[in-house]
């Protein structure tokens, strides 16, 4: 059987805090849409009929257990599908099954369950890549804040696994083929048309007119959020809770959100980041951008521009006042305030109890 003649299967393989939520919803909002354009996007067990929510992180996870079966099991459930779409189409034409994990850019071995699909498919790669700086500190807030005491600890202890992008490539590389794979950088001034959306249809030929596209971001909060965080960890329930951001987002408004720099990280202590991943950059940049001038990545902002200062005294007690006048606006409203005021109150005390020792 040629390439021309196989089902294509694409694998968004993430990675996380690179706008795979956005692709998800897109997909889970429009899988019949989808599906008519030949597009099949499989369901949380990898089959069809079931729940569909644009992901299957979970069934990934459940591999683990027991790889050698697990890829022989993936195997018959995506052969399955696409025999199933040929047989209500008549075979007119080859569909393409997307499968998206952010996960499978977490842990090497994944790669393994696609060995020897390339017999049955052609299976292309798509992975998001973003500045290391930004993405270490969008990981501490999003996830490790919430479970360890020490940011610059952490960071140590993950250079070998967050944000090498070439090592992250290699076993897929070595499995499909560089020319199986597509790298795609997480920044509006790389995606097609500045819109995360119609990059990633663009990847993979979709026609979204007509289709329903929203941003389904995981936001980024600002200084002053994630110190707050920090000094009260004890309220999350594992680095998945994410009640006490609901609180954020819901009582805080907009002014919780970041907007300039995080000052998380220093501009020295970015570029020394940067430094550490510069071969690992430059790999990147000479396989899949070769053509371009510059570096892989966008500069670091100058010194000279905004940074974010709500991490400072005054910008943590302006956090502050605003969740006290929103629970306010809860109870004055009669709706239940119980859980997310406990939160407050923890933060509250937490806070003012350093403010003083200080």
């Not at 692709?23 to 099949?40: E, H, T």
């Not at 696609?114 to 890549?129: A, C, P, Q, S």
């Not at 360890?148 to 070439?166: E, R, T, Y």
């Not at 289709?211 to 389904?216: A, E, K, L």
């Amino acid at each position: 059987m040629s390439v021309d003649s196989k089902a294509k299967l694409f694998v968004h393989i993430g990675g996380a805090k690179c706008g795979s939520s956005t692709i998800q919803l897109f997909m889970k909002s429009n899988v019949a849409k989808l599906y008519r354009q030949g597009f099949i996007v499989p369901d949380v067990d990898m089959r069809s009929g079931g729940e569909c929510i644009g992901e299957q992180s979970q069934y990934f996870e459940n591999c683990k257990d027991s790889m050698g079966d697990a890829g022989l099991d993936l195997s018959e459930r995506l052969i399955a599908l696409r025999d199933e779409y040929y047989s209500k189409s008549g075979e007119s034409e080859q569909p393409v099954i997307i499968v998206s994990a952010e996960n499978l850019s977490c842990w090497n071995n994944f790669a393994e369950l696609f060995d020897g699909l390339g017999n049955e498919f052609d299976v292309k790669v798509l992975l998001y890549i973003r500045r290391q700086d930004d993405y270490y500190v969008s990981f501490w807030q999003q996830w490790y804040l919430k479970t360890n005491d020490d940011f610059w600890a952490w960071v140590l202890h993950s250079l070998k696994w967050i944000g090498d992008w070439s090592s992250v490539i290699e076993p897929w590389v070595n499995i499909l083929g560089e020319e199986n794979i597509i790298i795609r950088r997480f920044s509006r001034k790389y995606f097609k048309g500045g819109d995360l959306l119609a990059d990633f249809s663009n990847a993979l030929g979709i026609n979204i007119e007509n289709m329903t596209c929203v941003i389904n971001e995981n936001p980024s909060y600002c200084d002053g959020v994630t110190f707050l965080a920090s000094s009260v960890r004890d309220v999350f329930d594992g680095m998945h809770d994410n009640e006490f951001y609901k609180m954020m987002a819901e009582w805080g408004g907009p002014p919780i959100y970041k907007k300039h720099l995080s000052q998380v990280m220093n501009q020295s202590q970015r570029k020394a980041l940067l430094n550490y991943f510069a071969d690992s950059n430059a790999k990147i940049k000479e396989q899949y951008f070769h053509s371009e001038s510059g570096e892989l990545f966008e500069p670091l902002i100058e010194e000279d521009q905004k940074t974010d200062d709500s991490g400072s005294v005054e910008g943590r007690v302006e956090i502050l006042i605003r969740l006290i006048f929103g629970c306010y606006k809860e109870t004055v409203q009669n709706r239940s305030v119980k859980l997310h005021s406990g939160f407050l109150a923890q933060h509250a005390a937490a806070f003012f109890k350093k403010s003083r020792s200080s």
